[in-house]
C-alpha cells in the first residue's frame, strides 16, 4: 500500500511539472512581439544592450578586427612614374636617386617605368646603365624595365611610352638630365585632389600638372621672374618637358591627333594674330614630340598648372647635360630645387597647400602673355 501511495504520489508531481511546462510554452508565445507584430516603445529598451562577450579577441573597445575593419577606398588616382634614359648614366643616377628618396606619402602603388634607348652608334656603349638598373630597387611600387631592340630616339620613345586605358590613370615624365625635390609628389597629390579628382572642379582642358617653373619663357624669349606675387599657383598654355605630370583624357587625345597629322608641319601660324610666333617653329619636327603638343594647346585652349614657390625654386630642375640636341644656358633654366618640409620655410609650407579654384588663378597665353581668364585663352571656347 506504501509503495502504491508514493508511485501515485511521483505521477501526480510529474504531472504538474508537464502542465506547468505547457502553460509557459503557452504564455510565452501568446506575449511574444514576433507574433502579435508589436512595435517595441523607447521607454521598453533597455537602457544599455546587453554585453555580448567575445571569446575569440580583446575588447573591442581597443580596435575593431581585420573581419569587421572598415574597407580601405582605392586612391582617386593611379601613377606611372616614366624615365627615358640612353648613355648619360651620371644624369639617370641623380634622377632615380632623386626618386627614390622622395616622399611618396606612405603610397606603395607608384609604378616606375624605364625605358633605355639603343644606341644609335655602335661604339656607344651601355653596360654601365644596363648593369646600374638591372640592380636598382624601387620600393615604391612595380618596377619594370624596356630596353629598345633599335635606337628610337627621344620623341618616338615618349610618345610610344604611355596610353592611358582608365580615366583615373596619370603618367609623370622625367628625362635622365632631371632631379626632383623631395616633396614633389606631396605638391602633385594636392594639386590632383583639387584640379583632377573632384568631378566639381576638373576642367577636360588641363593638360596636367608641371613641376617646373620657367624664369626665361622659352617660346618668346622673355624674363618671366614674377609671374604672380601670392604663391599661388598659375596657368600656362604651354607643355612642360622637365617634369611635369599628364593626364589621360587630353593625352590620349594627343596621342589620336598625333598619329593624324606627324607627316605634317607643326608650327604654330596664326593669320589672326601675328605676334604668335614660338621659337619652336624653328625646331626639327622629324625630332620635337613637343612642337605638336604646343600646336594642339593653342588649338584646342588647353593648358597646364604650373608651381610657383618663392626664390625661383623649383620641384624639378633640368641639369642640362650634354646630349643629342643642343643645350641651352645654364643660368636660365638649372634652378634649385624646393627643400624637404623639415627646411623649408613657413611660406613655401603655405604655398606648397595652396590650391585656388582655376577660374581664380593668373592665366597666361602661349606666349607666356596674361590673359584676362581662361575664357580669353585662345582656343578655350
Known amino acids: ?71 580601405v577606398e582605392p586612391p582617386l588616382f593611379t601613377l606611372t612614374v616614366i624615365v627615358f634614359t640612353y648613355n648619360r648614366i651620371g644624369g639617370l643616377h641623380t634622377l632615380l636617386h632623386s626618386l627614390v628618396t622622395a616622399d611618396y606619402l606612405e603610397r606603395k602603388d607608384v609604378r616606375l617605368h624605364v625605358f633605355l634607348d639603343y644606341p644609335k652608334k655602335p661604339e656607344t656603349r651601355l653596360d654601365g646603365t644596363r648593369e646600374y638598373l638591372d ?80 624664369i626665361h619663357d622659352e617660346l618668346s624669349g622673355r624674363d618671366v621672374r614674377k609671374p604672380t606675387n601670392d604663391g599661388s599657383p598659375f596657368l600656362l598654355q604651354q607643355p612642360c618637358s622637365w617634369g611635369a605630370v599628364y593626364f589621360p583624357q587630353p593625352w590620349r587625345k594627343f596621342r589620336r591627333w598625333y598619329d593624324e597629322h606627324r607627316g605634317e608641319s607643326a608650327e604654330l601660324v596664326d593669320p589672326n594674330k601675328p605676334n604668335v610666333r614660338p621659337s619652336s617653329n624653328t625646331w626639327d619636327s622629324a625630332s620635337s614630340w613637343k612642337k605638336y603638343l604646343i600646336k594642339l594647346m593653342y588649338v584646342e585652349g588647353w593648358f597646364m598648372v604650373y608651381p610657383n614657390f618663392g626664390g625661383s625654386t623649383v620641384l624639378s630642375t633640368n641639369h642640362l647635360l650634354p646630349g643629342v640636341h643642343n643645350t641651352p644656358p645654364k643660368d636660365l633654366f638649372e634652378l634649385p630645387l624646393v627643400p624637404p618640409m623639415e627646411s623649408m620655410s613657413d611660406d613655401d609650407k603655405r604655398v606648397l597647400e595652396l590650391f585656388p579654384p582655376l577660374t581664380s588663378l593668373v592665366t597666361y597665353d602661349v606666349m607666356f602673355k596674361r590673359v584676362p581668364s581662361l575664357m580669353e585663352l585662345h582656343g578655350y571656347r
Open 1 to 71: 500500500m506504501k509503495k502504491v501511495s508514493g508511485l501515485v504520489l511521483f505521477l501526480g508531481f510529474f504531472v504538474l511539472l508537464q502542465f506547468g511546462f505547457v502553460w509557459t510554452l503557452l504564455h510565452v508565445d501568446r506575449s511574444s512581439p514576433r507574433i502579435q507584430q508589436k512595435t517595441p516603445t523607447l521607454s521598453s529598451l533597455p537602457s544599455t544592450p546587453p554585453a555580448v562577450p567575445c571569446s575569440t579577441c580583446k575588447p573591442c573597445s581597443s580596435r575593431l578586427s581585420p573581419a569587421t575593419a572598415l574597407p
Open 135 to 214: 640592380s636598382f630597387d624601387w620600393p615604391h611600387g612595380p618596377f619594370e624595365i624596356h630596353r629598345r631592340l633599335g635606337n628610337a630616339g627621344l620623341k618616338k620613345n615618349i610618345m610610344e611610352s604611355w596610353y592611358p586605358r582608365k580615366d583615373d590613370e596619370v603618367a609623370a615624365f622625367f628625362e635622365d638630365d632631371i632631379e626632383v625635390s623631395h616633396e614633389w609628389f606631396r605638391w602633385v597629390n594636392g594639386g590632383m585632389l583639387q584640379y583632377f579628382a573632384s568631378s566639381s572642379t576638373v576642367d577636360p582642358k588641363l593638360l596636367g600638372l608641371s613641376l617646373y617653373r620657367p
